[in-house]
């Protein structure tokens, strides 16, 4: 089965701490074809959402304030409260540790990447994850 990316821009909002995955990320993304947003953490995620909607969001696992986790069922507990439907959560790691993908599925991500992810990682979640024609 070929994978196809949606034909309309994906919104995509990259939280990670590390400015260097941060750049990676956004680039990786533009070249797919998504419009990607990077914050630097939770706390700034969080305040970023409570204004914009995205289609799909990368959160790193291990960020200082909020950690992914941390973030991710915070915005499903937002998500709940409000009625809206959960946005795709895809939790970014270094830890390939079943703990670590256990603890992020757990915080209501749907799917979890080791890090560094591939771009051919990238497209097909934008293919499984954001609205397609």
Do not use: Y
Request: with cysteine; aromatic share 4%.
């Amino acid at each position: 089965m070929s994978e196809t990316l949606p034909a309309a821009q994906p919104r995509v909002l990259v939280v990670e701490d590390n400015a260097f995955n941060r750049q990676v990320m956004l680039s990786l993304l533009g070249a797919l074809g998504a419009h990607a947003e990077a914050v630097a953490d939770g706390e700034e995620a969080l305040a970023l959402l409570a204004e914009r909607s995205f289609d799909l969001a990368f959160l790193d696992f291990n960020m200082p304030g909020l950690n992914g986790p941390e973030t991710a069922a915070a915005l499903r507990a937002r998500e709940m409260d409000s009625g809206r439907a959960a946005m795709p959560l895809i939790g970014l790691t270094g830890d390939s540790g079943l703990d670590t993908e256990d603890a992020c599925l757990r915080a209501g991500m749907n799917e979890v990447l080791v890090k560094p992810a591939s771009i051919h990682d990238l497209r097909a979640v934008l293919a499984r994850w954001t609205p397609q024609p």
